[in-house]
């Protein structure tokens, strides 16, 4: 079964200063898709970046990159240039790659509290 | 497009008694899936609905059972509540065999007392 940990329960950055969250996870697929999500006091879940396992090339979405190792299985995003606007809770996030019609099911790690000070 | 929706946004039940609740899911998506969060946690896969029946299944117990309806939209219901199912019911909304995205819905916050 694949998990997903996030290590860090809580992290602080500066305003306009860089952060790096970071998470691992297990597998035994070769091919999979990986998410960074944000979840602001308002509860729904917003999609930050995805990965695809099969592409060496790291993500990247205007101040959010991640990190993509996958022999470490390790997947970290970085955000740069904070703003107040990005603290919330941050998951990452595992899905199979869907096949057959299938519809694949997310697996979450605990999450990252990140607060971000004036 | 009014994305996902979910109601209601807060209920408390109490002990014992049963809920329902609902979810839309976004324009265009055809499967449903349930997670739940409980406070400080991630969310945990309950269960997935397409073709208005249940395809995939976390480890929930059977007091957990849904519903998918022909226009896509789907229920959650549980049975004799228990304190340890207070949490965030979240609902993702997707479009199966495609590798895109799930949208969620802001969820609905049940308190069971």
């Known amino acids: 079964a694949q998990t997903v940990t996030q290590s860090q329960p809580e992290m602080s950055v500066q305003e306009a200063e860089t952060v790096t969250l970071s998470c691992t996870y297990d597998?035994?697929?070769?091919?999979?898709?990986l998410f960074w999500y944000k979840q602001p006091p308002s509860r729904q879940m917003i999609l930050v970046i995805r990965?695809?396992?099969?592409?060496?090339q790291n993500a990247t979405e205007n101040r959010f990159s991640v990190n993509f190792q996958k022999a470490a299985k390790s997947f970290s995003l970085k955000i740069s240039d904070s703003q107040l606007g990005d603290a919330a809770m941050y998951f990452c996030?595992?899905?199979?790659?869907?096949?057959?019609?299938?519809?694949?099911?997310?697996?979450f790690g605990q999450g990252t509290e990140l607060s971000v000070k004036p | 497009d009014a994305g996902v929706t979910q109601s209601p946004t807060h209920l408390i039940k109490t002990r014992g008694q049963q809920v329902t609740l609902r979810c839309s899911p976004k324009?265009?998506?055809?499967?449903v899936s349930w997670y739940q969060q409980a406070l400080g946690q991630g969310p945990q896969f309950i269960f997935q609905?397409?073709?208005?029946?249940?395809?995939q299944r976390g480890n929930f117990p059977d007091r957990f059972s849904g519903h998918q309806f022909p226009n896509y939209s789907s229920e959650l219901n549980v049975n004799a509540l228990l304190l340890g199912d207070s949490a965030l019911y979240l609902c993702?909304?997707?479009?199966?065999?495609?590798?895109?995205?799930?949208?969620f819905g802001q969820g609905t916050r049940l308190t069971v007392v």
């Open positions: 990965q695809e396992a099969y592409k060496q």
């Open positions: 597998t035994s697929e070769s091919d999979y898709y």
């Open positions: 324009s265009g998506h055809d499967t």
């Open positions: 993702a909304s997707s479009l199966r065999g495609l590798n895109t995205e799930a949208f």
């Open positions: 609905y397409y073709e208005e029946e249940e395809r």
């Open positions: 996030a595992y899905r199979t790659i869907l096949i057959y019609n299938q519809g694949g099911k997310l697996i």
